[in-house]
């Protein structure tokens, strides 16, 4: 069973940037699919970013595409999530996931989460 731990979230106004982290243990991030997803107070948990576990191929939400990057530090076991041009509205609690299915519809694996605070 792989534990997920995410760092890295903050407060930022608008056209800043931040990194968040998600650094695993007990298991090796590369044998699994990773994926960043976000919670808005009062809205559902959406789906932000996808790594494959062979760490070339990645999948975003139109709402993020060409701002936000997804990637993997094999060394470090640790997956991250780069954030540009940020916006009031990505503002959330941000999750990383893991699993061992290529495209899974659900996670099985999650962190605790990461609040980003996006102000205008």
């Known amino acids: 069973q792989v534990q997920l731990v995410e760092s890295g979230g903050g407060s930022v106004q608008a056209g800043g940037s931040l990194r968040l982290s998600c650094a695993a243990s007990?298991?090796?991030?590369?044998?699994?699919?990773t994926g960043w997803f976000r919670q808005a107070d009062g809205k559902e948990r959406e789906f932000v970013a996808w790594l494959a576990w062979s760490g070339r191929n990645t999948d975003y939400a139109d709402s993020v595409k060409g701002r936000f990057t997804i990637s993997r530090d094999n060394a470090k076991n640790t997956v991250y999530l780069q954030m540009n041009s940020l916006k009031p509205e990505d503002t959330a609690v941000y999750y990383c996931?893991?699993?061992?299915?290529?495209?899974?519809?659900?996670?099985?694996?999650w962190g605790q989460g990461t609040q980003v605070t996006v102000s205008s």
């Open positions: 007990r298991r090796t991030l590369s044998s699994y699919t």
């Open positions: 996931a893991a699993d061992a299915r290529y495209r899974p519809a659900e996670y099985d694996y």
